[in-house]
Each structure stands twice: as structure tokens, then as C-alpha cells.
């Protein structure tokens, strides 16, 4: 049984403006209601940074609080690990009102000065740890879309148009 194709269809519109004076009179209104939502959200984010300034002093005697506790039973777990990981067995310790754990990171590498490290490693022969990417230069097609055409896998997309409303607003001269 072959499937039925599906159609998408154009969402209905519930409002066009009827006249050139209607539509004007809709970019006006579109104006004043981004400005609207413009100075709301200032407001919002004034708001939120009043609440942020208030809550600041203390968020931080909070922080400090905790750093001091962690620091101190991080201290007495390495101070008692061989009794808390029955001598090295475990890498957990529960303490009633809570678990403690010794985690080993995977490796990892950082890198400084990429490009000194990369000429250093081919000087050393150590090729094979420095990765060489090809990838497609879209600029390039770009400037020369007619050297691509017909190329499978390839399609340089033009003529794509936006319709943008763009109410007139006065500058502020500050």
C-alpha cells in the first residue's frame, strides 16, 4: 500500500490590512509595540539586577560558609582515608548523613602554543599525533558557483528574499 503524500499547508492569516493607509497605520502600531516590549524587558533587567545586587552579599557569606565545611571534612578524609576506604579497598565512605568518594580523572591534555607544538612534533617525527581536516570551502564556491554545477551533493542556494518591517525610530543623540 503506498503511502498518501502529505501536504503542508499555509497557516490561515487573521488579520490583513485592507488599504496602503491600514498597513501604515499597522507598521506605526508594530513600532510602538516593540518599543513596549523594549522597555519592559529594560525593566525586567533592571529587576532582575536590583534582586541580584540584594541577594549578592548573602549568596557569598553562603559560599564562603560551604567552602570552609568542604575544605575541613576534605581534610579529615585524607587525614583518615585509610580507615574511611578500609585501607584502599573502597573509594567511598558512608558517614551517616552522607557519602564521601575519591574519583580518579580520566587523562586529558592541554595544549600551549598550538602551532610551535605542531612544528615540534613533525620536526620529532611524531606525524601521526597531528591532525590534518579537509573540509569543503563554501567561500570558494561562493565566488565561483558555476565551476561546482553539477556536482552531487553540492547545491549554491540564491534569490532567497526576507520581508523585514522596520518601523522609523528617532536616534538618541546621547
Same mark, same amino acid.
Given at each position: ?58 549568596? @557569598? #557569606?553562603?559560599? !564562603?560558609? &560551604? +567552602?570552609? /565545611?568542604?575544605? *575541613? ?41 598550538? @602551532? #610551535?607544538?605542531? !612544528?615540534? &612534533? +613533525?620536526? /620529532?617525527?611524531? *606525524? ?47
Amino acid at each position: 500500500m503506498a503511502k498518501s503524500v502529505t501536504r503542508l499547508k499555509a497557516k490561515a492569516q487573521i488579520y490583513v490590512p485592507q488599504t496602503k493607509e491600514t498597513a501604515a497605520a499597522d507598521v506605526r502600531t508594530i513600532g510602538d509595540l516593540q518599543r513596549q516590549s523594549l522597555r519592559a524587558a529594560t525593566e525586567m533587567n533592571d529587576a532582575i539586577a536590583a534582586i541580584t545586587q540584594n541577594y549578592q552579599p548573602r549568596l @557569598e #557569606a553562603l559560599s !564562603e560558609q &560551604l +567552602k570552609t /565545611l568542604q575544605d *575541613g571534612v576534605q581534610a579529615y578524609c585524607e587525614a583518615h582515608r585509610a580507615e574511611l576506604t578500609d585501607g584502599g579497598r573502597v573509594k567511598s565512605a558512608n558517614l551517616i548523613t552522607g557519602e564521601v568518594q575519591w574519583r580518579q580523572r580520566p587523562p586529558s591534555v592541554s595544549v600551549r602554543g598550538a @602551532e #610551535a607544538v605542531i !612544528e615540534a &612534533l +613533525k620536526r /620529532l617525527g611524531l *606525524g601521526k599525533f597531528v591532525r590534518t581536516k579537509d573540509e569543503v570551502n563554501k567561500e570558494a564556491i561562493l565566488n565561483e558557483p558555476d565551476a561546482v554545477r553539477g556536482v552531487a551533493g553540492i547545491t549554491v542556494v540564491t534569490g532567497v528574499e526576507d520581508f523585514v518591517i522596520t518601523p522609523f525610530e528617532q536616534k538618541d543623540a546621547a
